[in-house]
């Protein structure tokens, strides 16, 4: 749930937007698939199967999610060599240690970009006041 939450907020900083819910071009999951094809699988079959998977954690705590294209059931595991594998119609294994992987390789080509790119810290800084910083005490 962390990892799939922390690509949430990646794809706000990426968008430099958190508006849109409802609206299938800015809202929630265009941001997540986004920045998921973007430094993480370059897959939009894969980006969407996680962007369900999102759903079924953060919504739900389970591991289904229906959409009007289809069922997912998701079945999570460590230690495979396949980060998404579609058993059959609608049923998904992923790779949890591969995700959290690939997380870490997407923050790493994200901040790198981050540095060289104007227009992607422009809507960094957007962001960054309301999502930047998590104060404690």
């Known amino acids: 749930m962390a990892i799939l939450?922390?690509?949430?907020?990646?794809?706000k900083f990426y968008a430099g937007d958190d508006s849109g819910r409802g609206n299938p071009q800015k809202g929630v999951g265009a941001r997540f698939k986004s920045f998921t094809e973007k430094y993480l699988i370059q897959n939009?079959?894969?980006?969407?199967?996680?962007?369900?998977?999102?759903?079924?954690?953060?919504h739900s705590f389970g591991l289904y999610s229906k959409t009007s294209k289809g069922e997912?059931?998701?079945?999570?595991?460590?230690?495979s060599r396949q980060f998404?594998?579609?058993?059959?119609?609608?049923?998904?294994?992923?790779?949890?240690?591969?995700?959290?992987?690939?997380?870490?390789?997407?923050?790493?080509?994200?901040?790198?970009?981050?540095?060289?790119?104007?227009?992607l810290q422009k809507k960094f800084e957007m962001m960054f006041c309301n999502y930047g910083v998590a104060r404690i005490g």
């Open 44 to 58: 939009k079959t894969d980006a969407e199967t996680l962007y369900q998977l999102r759903n079924s954690l953060l």
């Open 84 to 119: 998404i594998t579609n058993t059959n119609e609608g049923q998904y294994v992923i790779d949890v240690s591969i995700l959290w992987n690939k997380f870490e390789e997407g923050i790493e080509s994200y901040f790198q970009e981050l540095y060289q790119v104007h227009e």
């Open 72 to 79: 997912y059931r998701f079945i999570l595991t460590r230690g």
């Open 5 to 11: 939450a922390g690509i949430d907020l990646l794809g």
